[in-house]
């Protein structure tokens, strides 16, 4: 595909040079409809970026319940990426920027997301989300989560996420969510920021223009455990 050019009402939403992108795959399939795919890998490459998927365990495609699992590596500017998301997702920030790899195991099925061994990195990143602009260094992130729809549940063994504002670590997380009343929650958070730095995402956590801002830097513990009878939240901060 060359000079991509695709814009909604008037603004540009995703504009490409190039991509190029390589399918090869192996299975078996009975007439003109595939069975059973043994490997694939896919690999879509622009001039400044590159995204690989590998399928690690064979697939049989008429299984209703079928589990894709596939390993994903790649790099890139984080403004071709979400250009290429812009026309099928909607939420992608107008504005996204910064160097970034990415690596991880993801498994996919019917209610079923996990993710596992995942690693991100991004430098000098900006983002602007409604009237407030984001901007990081460097943001660093790594850990696994599972979500499963049959049940609602949430949940991470170990997830870290790191940056010159704010930085937090998970320990065996989970959340999940009720027909009625409150989610259960249980698991420990770890945390600590930068009011300073914070404070240029005021509109975005809710402070009103001018109104008073904390300096500072905090550290702090969050401990969760509830169940069908009573929630208990344990803080200790600094």
Known sequence: LQQIDVQREGKVVWNDPQVRVEIQAAGAR???????????????????????????EPINLVDANRS???????????????????????????????????????????GLLQVDQSKISVQNFAAKVGQTQINEQGIEAAGDFRWETATRQFASKAYQLSSSSIAFGTRDVS????????????GDVAFRGDFDRLAAWGDLLGAQAGGVRPRGQFVGRLQLASDAQRATATLTAT
């Open 30 to 56: 009975l007439d003109f409809q595939p069975q059973r795919i043994e490997t694939a890998t896919v690999m879509m490459r622009g001039p400044a970026d590159t995204l690989t998927a590998e399928l690690l």
């Open 68 to 110: 894709w699992f596939l390993k994903i590596n790649g790099n890139g500017p984080l403004e071709q990426w979400a250009g290429r998301l812009r026309p099928w997702v909607s939420g992608v920030p107008e504005q996204l920027a910064g160097q970034s790899t990415i690596s991880a195991q993801l498994r996919a099925a019917p």
């Open 175 to 186: 959340i999940q969510f009720t027909e009625s009343g409150p989610p259960l929650a249980r």
